[in-house]
């Protein structure tokens, strides 16, 4: 069964970076697109960026210029590359992944991020 694990959360003052990592799992042909998405307390979960198969990439207006997204050549791992964060990006993260597979859209636990001093 397909699994999406992500890791790298944790406190970080302002001004600092972060990488998250979502590991996935299980029996996926192709995962298309990857996306990691952010639901800060009391707030609706928004999307922050997304990658596909050919690497194309969106990123929302929020975090352009400070995050990145990518993944590894084996498409099993997903990254976002945080810089100058803010407190305002303090939220827990969630990676997602479509599987052409199944045609189905997995997601992970998420991890938290605290921006903070």
């Known amino acids: 069964q397909v699994q999406l694990v992500e890791s790298g959360g944790g406190l970080v003052q302002p001004g600092g970076s972060l990488r998250l990592s979502c590991a996935v799992s299980?029996?996926?042909?192709?995962?298309?697109?990857m996306g990691w998405y952010r639901q800060a307390p009391g707030r609706q979960r928004d999307l922050v960026a997304t990658i596909n198969y050919a690497g194309e990439v969106y990123v929302a207006d929020s975090v352009k210029g400070r995050f990145s997204i990518s993944r590894d050549n084996a498409e099993n791992t997903g990254y976002l590359q945080m810089n100058n964060l803010k407190p305002e990006d303090t939220a827990v993260y969630y990676c997602?992944?479509?599987?052409?597979?199944?045609?189905?859209?997995?997601w992970g636990q998420g991890t938290q991020v605290t921006v903070s001093s």
């Open positions: 299980g029996l996926i042909l192709r995962i298309n697109p």
């Open positions: 997602s992944a479509y599987s052409q597979t199944d045609r189905t859209t997995y």
